[in-house]
C-alpha cells in the first residue's frame, strides 16, 4: 500500500515538473519569435509623445501621458486626490487576489498565491506618476505619436469592467478577463503593445523588454 502511494506521489511530482519545464520552454522559445509590427502607424503626423514601460524585474506597467489629445486619465483617479499635477498615469493589469489581499511579501499565504496564480478574476490600476528614472536595464522609452497613442488608451479604457473602484481599494478597478498562468500581467501588457514587434506569447517581463529600444 505504502508503494503504492509512493509511486503516486513521484507521478505527481514528475507531472508537475514535467508541466513547469514545457512551461518555461515555451515562454523562452515563444519569447524569442517576434510578431510584425503594423505599418498602420507610420506616416502619423500628429503629435507625438514619449510612452514608457517598467518593470519592478517582475511585473511591467505602462506610463502613458496624463493628459493628451488621447486621453484624460485624470478621470480615473479617486477624487480624494484632487486635480493631480503628475505628469503620468502608471497603468497595471494583474490578479485581484494577489493586489488586495498582499500589501507585502510576508502577507502572501499558500492559498493566495494558488489564486494568484492560476485563475483569479483581474483588477486594472491607475496611478499618477512621475517620469520613470530607474535603471535603464528595467525601463523602455517608447515614442508614440497621437493615432497610436489613441489607440493603447482606447484599448486600455475597454478592459474596464467597471469605472466603481474596488471596495476598499481606491486604486483598482474591476477588470475584464482572469489572471491565469496564459493571460498574465506581462502577456496582458504584450497584447496592449501589439502595434509593435513583440514576442509571440511572454508570461514574463523580459522578452518584451527586449523587443523594445533601450
Avoid at 513547469?20 to 502619423?44: C, E, N, P, R
Avoid at 499565504?109 to 536595464?137: G, M, S
Avoid at 498574465?184 to 518584451?208: G, K, V
Wanted: with cysteine; proline share 7%; aromatic share 12%.
Amino acid at each position: 500500500m505504502m508503494r503504492r502511494l509512493w509511486r503516486a506521489v513521484w507521478r505527481l511530482t514528475l507531472a508537475v515538473l514535467s508541466l513547469i519545464l514545457i512551461y518555461g520552454l515555451a515562454a523562452w522559445l515563444l519569447g524569442k519569435m517576434s510578431t510584425q509590427a503594423s505599418s498602420q502607424f507610420v506616416h502619423d503626423t500628429e503629435p507625438c509623445h514619449d510612452v514608457y514601460v517598467v518593470s519592478n524585474g517582475v511585473h511591467l506597467n505602462i506610463f502613458l501621458p496624463m493628459q493628451s489629445e488621447a486621453m484624460n486619465w485624470q478621470q480615473f483617479l479617486p477624487a480624494s486626490l484632487g486635480k493631480s499635477d503628475a505628469p503620468m498615469a502608471q497603468i497595471g493589469w494583474g490578479s485581484r487576489a494577489f493586489y488586495t489581499q498582499v500589501p507585502t511579501w510576508a502577507d502572501l499565504t499558500p492559498k493566495v498565491a494558488a489564486q494568484a496564480l492560476f485563475y483569479d478574476d483581474a483588477v486594472l490600476y491607475v496611478r499618477p506618476a512621475a517620469i520613470p528614472t530607474a535603471d535603464p536595464k528595467h525601463v523602455r522609452r517608447v515614442r508614440m505619436c497621437a493615432r497610436e497613442l489613441r489607440s493603447v488608451s482606447h484599448d486600455i479604457v475597454q478592459q474596464f469592467a467597471s469605472t466603481t473602484p474596488v471596495s476598499g481599494f481606491q486604486d483598482f478597478y474591476p477588470a475584464h478577463g482572469h489572471y491565469t498562468p496564459l493571460m498574465t500581467c506581462n502577456e496582458w501588457m504584450r497584447l496592449r503593445l501589439q502595434h509593435r514587434s513583440m514576442p509571440i506569447w511572454s508570461p514574463f517581463d523580459r522578452a518584451i523588454l527586449n523587443h523594445l529600444p533601450i
